[in-house]
């Protein structure tokens, strides 16, 4: 059978794709860690972009501590990633969350994850997940 399929290089500046996966490690402002999953992580030389919604816990707590870390998880702990996917570290759970995610306050335990602490932030990395990136917000937009 003859290939009829044409291909093209590309060297592209940026390119996004978006991610199946990452999952945020943050801490609240009694310094207890959330894991927020998110599939819109890219990065940029040295700059990681983050696309968070902004009611989330995870957005909160980057905000006010400025630290967190994105840890890319294989798909051997998909199941432990599904665990959390409806549980928010909002409580009280905001009214547009509520038909869908319940407060969980420990998702380390629920997902069945690992903490380990970071080397350069406060907020733990995920002993599952074996890429890790240890980051400090540089600046924040909030579309509105």
């Known amino acids: 059978m003859k290939d009829i399929t044409n291909f093209k290089t ?20 009694d310094r207890h860690p959330n894991i927020g999953p998110i599939s819109s992580v890219w990065a940029l ?8 919604e902004c009611g989330s816990k995870t957005y909160q ?7 967190c870390v994105i840890n890319l998880p294989p798909s ?24 869908k995610y319940r407060y969980e306050a420990d998702k380390f335990k629920v997902g069945g994850f690992h903490s380990l602490p970071s080397d350069l ?10 890429i890790q990136f240890e980051a400090r917000l540089k600046s924040s937009f909030k579309h509105r």
């Open 10 to 29: 590309i060297d592209p500046q940026i390119l996004y794709f978006g991610t199946p996966v990452a999952l945020i490690t943050t801490l609240d402002i």
């Open 45 to 52: 030389g040295w700059t990681i972009m983050l696309g968070l």
């Open 61 to 67: 707590n980057l905000i006010a501590q400025k630290e």
């Open 76 to 99: 051997a702990v998909f199941k432990q990633v599904e665990k959390i996917a409806t549980l928010t570290g909002a409580n009280p759970v905001p009214d547009y969350k509520k038909d």
């Open 121 to 130: 932030v406060q907020p733990p990395r995920i002993a599952q997940c074996r």
